[in-house]
């Protein structure tokens, strides 16, 4: 199973954008990158997507390079509503083994006023 | 809304009983994994089940158990609960072959 690196914690103010890069250098080929977001007392919710290049979507960008050895997720003009956990997932469906995502610690992302 | 519901949302047990955490999978779903979070750390993974058999296993050991029934929805078990069982349980729903996890609010466990 890939291992994921993440910063523990970042600090933002309103209307930045945010980067949170992941690092996964033993990333299978199989392996897609996943990020979710967990806010308190509530189970992680998913973001976005990708297996390599850039991925985009209503919330947030997804930058893969071409050694998929890390990726960068970007939230543009965040907002207070923001403020949680983000934790970068490396995996894949196994034939027979079924899925097993491993959730490391998570960045803390506060974004302040 | 993620369509994944789990029961009861709170529970408080003392060392030694057992314990049932329940989950209905979101419609469509076929495989359900659950996991368990320390307050302050990240989720982690205690199995899965596809098609009601076990299909990969965390690091936990087998007083931990569970069950997938036909209509997907799924139970863990938990015996000889100990202190450090206290956690949010989180149960996942997925589709075979595509990844992406829809999770449940949780059930949050307090061992006494």
């Known amino acids: 199973l890939a291992k994921t690196t993440q910063p523990i914690s970042m600090d933002s103010y309103e209307g930045q954008e945010v980067n949170i890069t992941c690092s996964h250098n033993?990333?299978?080929?199989?392996?897609?990158i996943t990020w979710y977001q967990q806010f308190p007392s509530q189970g992680p919710r998913f973001i976005i997507q990708?297996?390599?290049t850039k991925v985009t979507n209503e919330v947030a960008s997804l930058f893969i390079p071409a050694d998929r050895k890390s990726s960068t997720l970007s939230l543009p003009r965040v907002s207070l509503s923001d403020t949680a956990v983000y934790y970068c997932l490396v995996g894949s469906t196994k034939d027979n083994y079924g899925q097993n995502f491993v959730f490391g610690p998570g960045t803390r992302l506060s974004v302040l006023p | 809304e993620t369509g994944v519901t789990q029961s009861p949302t709170h529970l408080i047990k003392t060392r030694g009983q057992q314990v049932t955490l329940r989950c209905s999978s979101q419609?469509?779903?076929?495989?359900v994994s659950w996991y368990q979070q320390a307050l302050g750390q990240g989720p982690q993974f205690i199995f899965q089940?596809?098609?009601?058999?076990?299909?990969g296993r965390g690091n936990f050991p087998p007083r931990f158990s569970g069950l997938q029934f036909p209509n997907y929805s799924s139970e863990l078990d938990v015996n000889a609960l100990e202190l450090d069982d206290s956690a949010l349980y989180l149960c996942?729903?997925?589709?075979?072959?595509?990844?992406?996890?829809?999770f449940g609010s949780g059930t949050q466990l307090s061992v006494l």
């Open positions: 089940y596809y098609r009601e058999e076990e299909n």
């Open positions: 990708g297996y390599k």
């Open positions: 419609s469509g779903h076929n495989t």
């Open positions: 033993n990333i299978a080929t199989n392996d897609y």
């Open positions: 996942a729903s997925s589709v075979r072959g595509i990844e992406k996890l829809f």
